[in-house]
């Protein structure tokens, strides 16, 4: 099977040389089309953005929605974190009143109320101090021994204790550390969101207003947290990065470019082509409706990658055929002969290797899987067909335009001390082909077996900016050098006292009738011998919060209630399993009724259980032993919480990571054999072509191991990147060997083939590693991350195409070929890899 490719890619050089200005006008105006597109781009940040239809993750909200005071009566809520000798004092409790009344005096705060461990001070004072001013006033008339009593008498209450920091001592009275809340009711019911997880929350202008305003008016170090506050660093990490990054990147591709063109011409048009190429990719987002999120920051680069890499084979080819005598037309025309069918089956392998991140099911690497594989698609069009057409009509002009002209010769040349060191490969597979490609099979699997090492982590704080910047990004003048960042020292800071020494917590939704005789009782006995990861108590039940242990908790406190669930309690047990709507509404009209709302739904058909666990158990244990417990109920439960939640989305990194590498790997040996079936009647060939993608894959992988670099949101795609961007490599070889062995013999042909091919590999491999390098320079960490593996993989791509791959053409060619001293001749229609040899030799066949 063959299909006549050639009437296609002749249209395609007919428009390029005889009709240049018409293909440069309508690439103009599908430019300006696309510009129009930028407009409605759209960013979307966070952590949410990953959870997305993943159960726990739902109930998590569901829980939000239905228990917890913050999400329900107070849409938004603000933290007032202070910090202090003793936090506890009476200057500092004033303090913390005084901020709060600061906010709440500004009518942009939208404040409906406040809390915090100063007020329950003020109130146990004067019980009758309701309000902040009154509150204030309490505190300011009572003295330091009065203000410790009341610290005192609260030591036991959980309102209090909740809001103070692990280190509070009942007989000094004093803790380094408290929080305050502030609650607003926003315009329109907007709400904020659970903190850390929304990407673009509506309290961001109210805590970063409230920062300044308690900066400016209270003289404490009282620090603004919440989902505001998160959400503007998500957004602020991200501009700096690019601020910092963007003008690196610019500066050391076009200084590569400069070596690589050697011509101030050739330079505009291929910087004009990676400007057109970006306006097309991200004016399709905006026309799409794809939000722009952080893993795309790294699209521009993966787009510079190939586009400078068509746009170095383009003009380096097309030189080379200058170099023989062709004019301008004549030798763009042989170029294009062969470079579009070489940059069609690049543009179709690295597609099929960004595509294959669809069968992720996080959202985020979906959407940049289909940006991607659009960008690279645009990114063919215009430097396969724009380019050399704006580069025809250019030339055809330079000798009555003054356009100065410098070095035109091209990358690599036969003689060169480059295309000596790039003929390495050659020089062993003309000696011990097989050798090397045994060596090299045992190193891939030696490398993908160390592999299996690479951890897998997903946290909120890969999204943020880290505690400390680099000095050297410090060190940067404006307007480069990064904002002062809070939000992950905040985070730290409280894990560090507030969390408590046990560990964290597992939460069970549960949905069903809870009114029902045995809700209770299974609530209950899901909590009898649980999993070694849970805290228990000395009975061997789990260390829990649920209604139930609200409901015993009232029982101690109160005799008729207690009473009431004597009667109702059929096996002693102190649950009750009889008349629970009568026992849920003398509950409910308790004291501690707002704390059982935090449990039970107001409908009643819903509840949530709070299992605390074990500081020495890993997130993956904890998240196993939740979903064990879960198991035990017979109503639909779901195990929730933070903990449970990121481990969900690691597991799906994961799972993406290997499902996407899967797919690219499969697909792209079907593709490659297929598209040397049909264009070159050669299937085998497809084979030969991916050796290097093997060996670079395993040594990437292999490199994350070795750098304890994890799969996370960003590093997820890298190993079916490598595919999409190494095959490029291995592609532009083969493709100008076939070429190069139908008209010559085996050695001469590859040693052109590496000589002219591999100097624009160069070229491009030094361009795009050092382009996309600089993301080590992002202020986000993994950002970073993400950039030198990319780097690497293009190092490694770029090695295994020029020293393993000819070794691997040679044993190709051992078995299709009957006489590796003579050419293969020219296609033939057998659709088989038995190919009859040329009658003659080309002139150079006995070199």
């Known amino acids: 099977m063959r299909v006549d490719y050639q009437q296609f890619v002749d249209w395609a050089d007919d428009n390029i040389v005889n009709r240049p200005g018409t293909v440069i006008g309508v690439f103009i105006v599908v430019t300006l089309l696309f510009t129009a597109g930028l407009g409605g781009v759209s960013t979307e940040s966070g952590t949410q953005q990953f959870a997305e239809d993943i159960p726990a993750a739902n109930a998590l909200e569901r829980i939000e929605n239905e228990f917890l005071p913050v999400f329900s009566d107070d849409p938004g809520s603000t933290q007032l974190v202070q910090r202090g000798r003793n936090v506890l004092s009476k200057d500092s409790l004033l303090a913390m009143l005084r901020a709060q009344r600061a906010l709440e005096d500004r009518d942009d705060m939208y404040v409906t109320g406040t809390?915090?461990?100063?007020?329950?001070?003020?109130?146990?004072?004067?019980?009758?101090?309701?309000?902040?001013e009154q509150q204030i006033t309490t505190l300011e008339r009572s003295t330091p021994s009065t203000v410790r009593s009341a610290v005192r008498e609260n030591a036991d209450n959980p309102g209090f204790t909740g809001s103070v920091s692990n280190d509070f001592n009942k007989r000094d009275a004093s803790a380094s550390a408290t929080i305050g809340a502030v609650q607003h009711d926003l315009p329109g019911g907007a709400g904020g969101g659970t903190a850390g997880q929304s990407g673009d929350s509506p309290l961001t202008p109210i805590q970063t207003q409230a920062q300044r305003v308690i900066g400016t008016e209270i003289d404490a170090d009282i620090t603004v947290f919440g989902s505001g506050i998160i959400a503007d660093e998500f957004g602020t990490v991200i501009s700096d990065s690019l601020l910092i990054v963007t003008p690196a990147a610019v500066l050391l591709i076009f200084g590569f470019l400069i070596v690589a063109y050697r011509d101030l011409i050739d330079l505009v048009l291929g910087v004009v082509s990676l400007g057109m190429a970006s306006i097309w990719t991200f004016g399709f987002l905006g026309l799409a409706g794809i939000p722009f999120n952080q893993i795309m920051i790294s699209v521009p680069p993966l787009l510079l990658a190939?586009?400078?890499?068509?746009?170095?084979?383009?003009?380096?080819?097309?030189?080379?055929?200058?170099?023989?005598?062709?004019?301008?037309?004549?030798?763009?025309?042989?170029?294009?002969?062969?470079?579009?069918?070489?940059?069609?089956?690049?543009?179709?392998?690295?597609?099929?290797?960004?595509?294959?991140?669809?069968?992720?099911?996080?959202?985020?690497?979906?959407?940049?899987?289909?940006?991607?594989?659009?960008?690279?698609?645009?990114?063919?069009?215009?430097?396969?067909?724009?380019?050399?057409?704006?580069?025809?009509?250019?030339?055809?002009?330079?000798?009555?335009?003054?356009?100065?002209?410098?070095?035109?010769?091209?990358?690599?040349?036969?003689?060169?001390?480059?295309?000596?060191?790039?003929?390495?490969?050659?020089?062993?597979?003309?000696?011990?082909?097989?050798?090397?490609?045994?060596?090299?099979?045992?190193?891939?699997?030696?490398?993908?077996?160390?592999?299996?090492?690479?951890?897998?982590?997903?946290?909120?704080?890969?999204?943020?900016?880290?505690?400390?910047?680099?000095?050297?990004?410090?060190?940067l003048p404006e307007p480069f050098a990064p904002s002062d960042y809070d939000a992950v020292g905040t985070i730290n800071f409280l894990d560090d006292k507030f969390t408590s020494s046990q560990g964290g917590s597992v939460t069970i939704y549960l949905e069903g009738r809870m009114e029902n005789d045995a809700a209770l009782e299974r609530i209950y006995r899901a909590g009898e011998d649980p999993p070694e990861?849970?805290?228990?108590?000395?009975?061997?039940?789990?260390?829990?919060?649920?209604?139930?242990?609200?409901?015993?908790?009232?029982?101690?406190?109160?005799?008729?209630?207690?009473?009431?669930?004597?009667?109702?309690?059929?096996?002693?047990?102190?649950?009750?399993?009889?008349?629970?709507?009568?026992?849920?509404?003398?509950?409910?009209?308790?004291?501690?009724?707002?704390?059982?709302?935090?449990?039970?739904?107001?409908?009643?058909?819903?509840?949530?259980?709070?299992?605390?666990?074990?500081?020495?158990?890993?997130?993956?244990?904890?998240?196993?032993?939740?979903?064990?417990?879960?198991?035990?109920?017979?109503?639909?439960?779901?195990?929730?919480?933070?903990?449970?939640?990121?481990?969900?989305?690691?597991d799906l990194i994961f799972e993406s990571a290997i499902t996407s590498l899967a797919i690219a790997l499969s697909a792209t040996v079907v593709f490659l054999v297929f598209i040397y079936w049909v264009l070159e009647g050669l299937p085998s060939l497809g084979i030969a072509n991916l050796a290097p993608i093997v060996v670079a894959v395993a040594s990437v992988a292999g490199t994350m191991r070795l750098l304890d670099v994890p799969f996370n949101a960003f590093t997820a795609t890298i190993l079916s990147l490598t595919i999409g961007l190494g095959i490029d490599y291995s592609v532009h070889v083969v493709h100008r060997f076939i070429d190069e062995r139908r008209e010559r013999a085996l050695v001469p042909s590859l040693q052109r083939t590496v000589i002219g091919t591999g100097g624009a590999l160069?070229?491009?491999?030094?361009?795009?590693?050092?382009?996309?390098?600089?993301?080590?320079?992002?202020?986000?960490?993994?950002?970073?991350?993400?950039?030198?593996?990319?780097?690497?993989?293009?190092?490694?791509?770029?090695?295994?195409?020029?020293?393993?791959?000819?070794?691997?053409?040679?044993?190709?060619?051992?078995?299709?070929?009957?006489?590796?001293?003579?050419?293969?001749?020219?296609?033939?229609?057998?659709?088989?890899?038995?190919?009859?040899?040329?009658?003659?030799?080309?002139?150079?066949?006995?070199a």
């Open 115 to 132: 809390s915090s461990a100063a007020g329950t001070v003020a109130r146990s004072i004067d019980p009758e101090a309701t309000t902040l």
């Open 762 to 846: 160069l070229g491009s491999m030094a361009t795009t590693a050092s382009g996309i390098g600089v993301l080590t320079l992002a202020v986000l960490s993994v950002l970073g991350q993400f950039g030198i593996l990319t780097a690497i993989s293009i190092v490694y791509s770029f090695l295994a195409s020029l020293l393993v791959l000819p070794s691997a053409l040679v044993v190709w060619d051992r078995f299709v070929n009957d006489d590796p001293g003579v050419p293969m001749g020219p296609r033939d229609d057998t659709g088989t890899d038995g190919v009859e040899p040329a009658d003659g030799v080309a002139d150079d066949a006995a």
């Open 306 to 475: 190939v586009g400078i890499d068509f746009g170095i084979h383009a003009v380096n080819r097309y030189r080379e055929d200058r170099a023989t005598d062709r004019d301008v037309g004549d030798a763009m025309r042989v170029a294009t002969d062969q470079l579009l069918v070489a940059f069609f089956i690049v543009t179709g392998t690295t597609v099929i290797g960004f595509l294959s991140n669809l069968a992720s099911e996080l959202p985020p690497i979906r959407d940049f899987g289909i940006v991607a594989a659009v960008g690279i698609v645009f990114t063919f069009l215009i430097f396969g067909i724009f380019l050399p057409a704006a580069k025809v009509w250019v030339d055809r002009r330079r000798d009555s335009w003054p356009i100065p002209t410098f070095s035109q010769r091209p990358l690599g040349e036969e003689g060169s001390a480059l295309g000596g060191a790039l003929s390495v490969g050659v020089t062993i597979a003309n000696r011990a082909p097989v050798v090397l490609l045994v060596l090299t099979l045992v190193f891939s699997a030696g490398a993908a077996g160390y592999a299996t090492g690479v951890d897998t982590n997903f946290s909120q704080e890969d999204f943020l900016p880290p505690e400390e910047v680099s000095p050297l990004l410090k060190a």
């Open 533 to 650: 990861e849970f805290v228990t108590d000395g009975n061997r039940r789990v260390e829990s919060t649920s209604i139930v242990t609200i409901i015993q908790d009232r029982a101690e406190q109160d005799p008729e209630f207690d009473a009431l669930i004597q009667r109702n309690d059929r096996n002693d047990n102190g649950v009750p399993d009889d008349n629970l709507p009568t026992i849920y509404r003398e509950l409910e009209a308790s004291p501690a009724g707002d704390r059982a709302s935090e449990y039970l739904a107001d409908d009643r058909r819903s509840a949530r259980v709070v299992y605390t666990a074990s500081a020495d158990a890993s997130d993956q244990e904890v998240t196993a032993a939740g979903h064990e417990v879960a198991d035990r109920f017979r109503t639909d439960a779901t195990s929730t919480g933070n903990t449970v939640v990121f481990q969900a989305v690691s």
